[in-house]
């Protein structure tokens, strides 16, 4: 069997056992094993466990559980609530104002944790009663949390990021500089388009009945309900761009901080300590278990020559460099509305990034150029963009699914990814403007 019938297989045993059910980590472990033995006999099993273990060890990687904790902290304490209530207070007389403030919120727990299933199922608790009970349009509330709630794949501390930093051997610091104006620009677009959308049709967002003036006074007073969250991000991210510490010390200074917090507030008991750590066991042993299985497939796939047949195959095409980065983004695309993220990082970054580094940075971008020492990074964050639109996109879409475990009965899914067309729009236009300006991650690395 050849290397192109062999890649053929592969794509469709991946769809097939995923169409039957199969978690994409058992999966895509059971074909690279499979694979790796046709290859190499029992000789394959010790280069596969080798290439799991070497990605086990990397030091980045710690700061993940933490990460999933510090979310987890934050899910279960009324910090995220009093955020909430702070901002609701001065933004609620504005035309869409809970939506906005949806958006805000949504942009600063990105900061605190990088968690993306969590901040969607927390605004769902929080904002959505809250703009059904003013009477906002349905599609509008829906869209506004979810793709808001995606954000935690763009803006640092992005799981998302650091997983890539891992596979790909890139900067997680320059990652994190890279996707700060990028992670600010889509959350900026989605609050212009909320700001514009009412302002056009003031039914969709109508203004609490209440005639009561809010005093400045009540304003600033309100602020104390943000310090909590200003504190954690200032250290989070204060002590990494600040080269005091590394990815995974940050975390570890973020769930210590979020602990201490929980414990002033006077909410801190046993029982938040265990469920916290319960879902944070789950939620990190399901990205692991994605993790070995793709590292597997993706081990076998490189042994069998696969990555050079691929290469090979797309370079033929003879596409200017832009044609190849944009067959990527569709490749992107169309896996994003199949599996997860990791599985995606895993199993393409090995093919397509060798491709990518041969390329020749000035030419690089519809409009601007890039530097060279920034290509990697400028595909990462190419990368989170596509996942930002594979969050959302039917019929997978994960965010969907999160929202609608909290979501009113009467709130069905079609209604939930009906309500995303806007927002998927608007990601969509986030992703061209990044192609034609890639200079634009280059803000903060220079």
Same mark, same amino acid.
């Given at each position: 069997?050849?290397?192109?019938?062999?890649?053929?297989?592969?794509?469709?045993?991946?769809?097939?056992?995923?169409?039957?059910?199969?978690?994409? /980590?058992?999966? #895509?472990?059971?074909?690279?094993?499979?694979?790796?033995?046709?290859?190499?006999?029992?000789?394959?099993?010790?280069?596969? /466990?080798?290439?799991?273990?070497? !990605?086990?060890?990397?030091?980045?990687?710690?700061?993940?559980?933490?990460?999933?904790?510090?979310?987890?902290? *934050?899910?279960?304490?009324?910090?995220? &609530?009093?955020?909430?209530?702070?901002?609701?207070? @001065?933004?609620?007389?504005?035309?869409?104002?809970?939506?906005?403030?949806?958006?805000?919120?949504?942009?600063?727990?990105?900061?605190?944790?990088?968690?993306?299933?969590?901040?969607?199922?927390?605004?769902?608790?929080?904002?959505?009663?809250?703009?059904?009970?003013?009477?906002?349009?349905?599609?509008?509330? %829906?869209?506004?949390?979810?793709?808001?709630?995606?954000?935690?794949?763009?803006?640092?501390?992005?799981?998302?990021?650091?997983?890539?930093?891992?596979?790909?051997?890139? #900067?997680?610091?320059?990652?994190?500089?890279?996707?700060?104006?990028?992670?600010?620009?889509?959350?900026?677009?989605?609050?212009?388009?909320?700001? %514009?959308?009412?302002?056009?049709?003031?039914?969709?967002?109508? !203004?609490?009945?209440?005639?009561?003036? %809010?005093?400045?006074?009540?304003?600033?007073?309100?602020? &104390?309900?943000?310090?909590?969250?200003?504190?954690?991000?200032?250290?989070?991210?204060?002590?990494?761009? /600040?080269?005091?510490?590394?990815?995974?010390?940050?975390?570890?200074?973020?769930?210590?901080?979020? *602990?201490?917090?929980?414990?002033?507030?006077?909410?801190?008991?046993?029982? *938040?300590?265990?469920?916290?750590l319960q879902r944070t066991?789950?939620?990190?042993?399901?990205? !692991? @278990?994605?993790?070995?299985?793709?590292?597997?497939?993706?081990?076998?796939? #490189?042994?069998?020559?696969?990555?050079?047949?691929?290469?090979?195959?797309?370079?033929?095409?003879?596409?200017?460099?832009?044609?190849?980065?944009?067959?990527?983004?569709?490749?992107?695309?169309?896996?994003?509305? !199949?599996?997860? @993220?990791?599985?995606?990082?895993?199993?393409?970054?090995?093919?397509?990034?060798?491709?990518?580094? +041969?390329?020749?940075?000035?030419?690089?971008g519809l409009i601007g150029?890039?530097?060279?020492?920034?290509? &990697?990074? @400028?595909? +990462?964050? *190419?990368?989170?963009?596509?996942?930002?639109?594979?969050?959302?996109?039917?019929?997978?879409?994960?965010?969907?699914?999160?929202?609608?475990?909290?979501?009113?009965?009467?709130?069905?899914?079609?209604?939930?990814?009906?309500?995303?067309?806007?927002?998927?729009?608007?990601?969509?236009?986030?992703?061209?403007?990044?192609?034609?300006?890639?200079?634009?991650?280059?803000?903060?690395?220079?």
């Amino acid at each position: 069997m050849g290397i192109a019938e062999l890649s053929i297989l592969l794509l469709v045993g991946i769809v097939v056992l995923l169409a039957a059910g199969v978690p994409l /980590g058992l999966a #895509s472990g059971f074909l690279g094993v499979c694979v790796a033995y046709w290859k190499l006999g029992e000789r394959g099993f010790f280069i596969l /466990g080798q290439r799991m273990y070497d !990605l086990t060890i990397e030091h980045a990687l710690l700061a993940v559980p933490l990460f999933i904790f510090m979310a987890m902290l *934050l899910e279960r304490s009324n910090i995220a &609530k009093d955020m909430y209530d702070s901002l609701n207070i @001065w933004l609620s007389r504005t035309r869409g104002g809970i939506a906005i403030v949806t958006a805000v919120m949504a942009i600063i727990m990105a900061a605190m944790s990088g968690i993306i299933g969590g901040e969607v199922v927390l605004l769902g608790l929080i904002a959505l009663p809250q703009m059904l009970r003013l009477g906002y349009n349905q599609n509008l509330a %829906v869209g506004t949390i979810c793709a808001s709630g995606s954000l935690g794949t763009m803006i640092p501390p992005s799981i998302v990021l650091i997983i890539y930093g891992v596979v790909t051997d890139t #900067s997680i610091h320059a990652l994190f500089r890279a996707a700060i104006v990028p992670g600010l620009m889509l959350g900026g677009m989605y609050i212009v388009y909320i700001m %514009v959308r009412t302002r056009m049709n003031p039914s969709l967002a109508p !203004l609490p009945e209440s005639d009561q003036e %809010v005093t400045w006074g009540e304003k600033f007073l309100a602020l &104390k309900g943000l310090l909590p969250p200003v504190i954690l991000v200032t250290c989070i991210l204060g002590s990494i761009y /600040g080269g005091i510490t590394g990815i995974t010390e940050a975390a570890a200074i973020g769930c210590l901080g979020t *602990l201490l917090l929980i414990f002033v507030r006077g909410e801190f008991s046993p029982k *938040l300590l265990l469920e916290a750590l319960q879902r944070t066991l789950r939620s990190t042993g399901t990205i !692991l @278990w994605v993790t070995f299985g793709a590292t597997c497939l993706a081990g076998a796939y #490189s042994i069998a020559g696969g990555p050079v047949f691929v290469a090979n195959s797309i370079l033929g095409l003879e596409l200017p460099n832009m044609g190849v980065i944009l067959m990527m983004m569709l490749i992107f695309l169309f896996l994003g509305a !199949l599996m997860d @993220w990791v599985g995606i990082v895993l199993l393409t970054m090995p093919v397509f990034l060798p491709i990518v580094a +041969g390329m020749t940075a000035s030419e690089m971008g519809l409009i601007g150029g890039l530097d060279p020492s920034h290509l &990697k990074v @400028w595909f +990462g964050i *190419l990368f989170c963009m596509n996942m930002q639109v594979s969050f959302l996109s039917p019929p997978f879409g994960p965010a969907a699914f999160y929202l609608k475990s909290v979501a009113p009965p009467h709130i069905q899914l079609t209604d939930i990814f009906k309500g995303f067309m806007p927002f998927i729009c608007i990601q969509l236009i986030g992703l061209v403007v990044m192609l034609a300006f890639p200079e634009i991650t280059s803000v903060f690395l220079d």
